[in-house]
């Protein structure tokens, strides 16, 4: 969202397993596995795909909404992910600008000059590139300087502890520096209470995210909370 109108621009589609038992494996666990098969490829896939059809859903019932999908290091080794990505917007006719494909600094690095390539292509499209968890890698600034970046995201580890880390808000504000330099907006993640939002602008944060504004929930939810969100902020966005 917004940080000064409380406006929602889009939402992220995460992966989770669920076992049959209910227990939910953690990504942090089954993803490293996935990237280190094939199974990578077909993951990313099916998540891009079935994030396209709740967006498309969305689009039809009128909501301008963006939806993020996140992209492993081993998915730029794929040359055919750029038309495969269009190809899956052109299927659903939905504009690129609807979708924000985010990757770690450290997949960004992984192969820099395949990266660039592929990643141009997709910008010259109109589809947003996102660089997630900001801070926690290694960027070269010089690749962070020619590459269209529309969204640096600050790493939810320096976000956590404004209230008590005075190092957490040097950090946050050298990043958001950073990102506004280039004239990029400069997103906070992991947004555990609204309360630490106007710290956040301060600090040079443009955009948020986190369990405060909204915990995850299924697509089908998202008007319904949206509709809730909106009365209840409907002062602060009618400005």
Not at 11 to 16: C, K, M, N, S
Not at 77 to 88: H, I
């Amino acid at each position: 969202m917004d940080l000064n109108s409380y406006a929602v621009a889009g939402f992220e589609a995460p992966v989770r397993w669920r076992m049959d038992d209910g227990e939910v494996v953690p990504p942090g666990v089954f993803i490293p596995l996935a990237e280190r098969s094939p199974v990578i490829r077909s993951l990313t896939y099916w998540v891009l795909g079935a994030a396209l059809d709740q967006a498309q859903i969305w689009h039809e019932k009128g909501l301008m909404l963006t939806v993020a999908v996140n992209i492993s290091a081993r998915m730029l080794d794929d040359t055919t992910l750029a038309q495969n990505v269009l190809s899956e917007l052109e299927l659903r006719q939905l504009p690129a600008s609807r979708l924000t494909l985010e990757l770690t600094e450290t997949a960004l690095m992984s192969n820099v000059e395949r990266a660039r390539k592929t990643l141009d292509e997709l910008i010259a499209s109109g589809v947003r590139i996102a660089i997630d968890d900001f801070g926690a890698g290694f960027t070269s600034f010089k690749y962070l300087r020619q590459l269209d970046v529309s969204e640096i995201k600050v790493d939810m580890a320096f976000t956590a502890d404004l209230k008590t880390s005075s190092r957490d808000n040097v950090i946050v504000r050298s990043i958001a520096q950073l990102a506004n330099g280039f004239g990029i907006p400069a997103v906070a993640e992991g947004i555990e209470d609204l309360e630490d939002v106007p710290a956040l602008i301060a600090l040079g944060c443009h955009k948020g995210q986190g369990y405060g504004i909204a915990r995850p929930m299924l697509g089908e939810l998202v008007p319904g909370w949206l509709g809730e969100w909106q009365a209840l902020n409907a002062e602060r966005l009618s400005k």
